[in-house]
């Protein structure tokens, strides 16, 4: 497979050409590396959250928006579809890469991640890239400044002038697009988790609404969580049958039922100290080859209208 940073600088490459009509900005750091506000200090939208989940998934992915209803309001549904999930989902669009430097707090999704490769999903997947090249989604309320770009760069072996840097904010209209965009991500990273191989999913399409924007971080971790957990739909194509299908979905964990905002605050608003076991879709299908189908979970429209503050 092509380099997924290649793909990657493609699409960053064709937001920079349509940064106005986007309403993303572009900075260049003293070190040269470029910074991309999808969402802190500008507003972007839909069409810019849409271009930022292309980027997270390295071109590997088809996104586009539906208009479906919650509780009879009308609302945007983002829907996401790959026949290379393991790249795609877990080797790039996964925000596995913690930034906690100095007083900047962030979480890192995209290729760059596979330059490094140390995650647990790259062994799984089996998946490596090598280029000159690296960008790397970061989702935070601050602009990486030079310290951070500098370590992102070394980190990922590139030259600071060869990093980009997306960036947006949780309460963003492009946070909530491109979150709305990773349920069929949760679902295989939740399989894996189980000890189902990722390498035997062969396709994954997901759906879920997107949160109406908070400027108030704790309220939008909670809202676009809530998108996920009781809104998210997914269908997955796999090679094998399991016995682990029936605890894929949200609705398998004890927290169910739970807004996330009450999550989040339960783990002192650390990412990292909540359970992986949460972070799943409401209501999965998954197709075995030549085999069953299993539906499992269910999604709860009445929390995601509470979440979502419908009146």
């Known amino acids: 497979m092509e380099s997924i940073n290649r793909s990657a600088i493609e699409l960053v490459d064709e937001a920079l050409d349509f940064a106005d009509e986007l309403g993303i900005a572009a900075t260049e750091l003293d070190c040269g590396a470029t910074v991309i506000d999808f969402g802190v200090g500008v507003d972007g939208g839909i069409e810019a959250g849409l271009m930022l ?70 062994e799984r997947v089996g998946y490596y890239d090598e280029f000159d090249f690296a960008v790397l989604a970061v989702e935070s309320i601050d602009l990486p400044n030079d310290r951070i770009a500098e370590y992102v760069a070394e980190t990922a072996g590139v030259e600071p002038s060869s990093l980009f840097l997306p960036t947006y904010a949780a309460g963003s209209m492009a946070g909530s697009v491109s979150m709305a965009a990773r349920a069929a991500e949760l679902a295989v990273f939740r399989l894996a988790e189980l000890g189902y191989p990722p390498t035997e999913v062969l396709s994954a399409t997901g759906r879920a609404p997107v949160a109406p924007v908070s400027y108030n971080e704790s309220v939008a971790m909670g809202r676009t969580n809530d998108a996920l957990a009781y809104g998210g739909e997914v ?77």
């Not at 996401?80 to 900047?104: I, N």
Request: include cysteine; charge should be negative; proline fraction near 5%.
């Open 53 to 122: 989940a292309d980027i997270q998934t390295a071109g590997l992915a088809t996104t586009y928006t539906q208009m479906e209803r919650i509780n009879g309001a009308p609302i945007p549904y983002i829907e996401l579809t790959t026949d290379h999930p393991g790249v795609a989902l877990l080797c790039s669009q996964k925000a596995g890469w913690e930034l906690d430097l100095d007083d900047f707090d962030g979480l890192g999704s995209g290729p760059a991640r596979a330059l490094v490769g140390k995650e647990t999903d790259f």
């Open 235 to 311: 269908y997955l194509q796999v090679r094998e049958e399991s016995t682990v299908f029936e605890d894929v979905p949200s609705s398998a964990r004890e927290e169910y039922g739970v807004p996330f905002e009450q999550i989040f605050e339960d783990a002192g608003w650390d990412f990292y100290e909540v359970p992986e076991s949460v972070f799943a879709p409401a209501k999965a299908t998954i197709d075995v080859v030549d085999g069953d189908t299993y539906v499992v979970g269910e999604t709860d429209e009445e929390l995601l209208a509470d979440s979502f503050g419908l009146q």
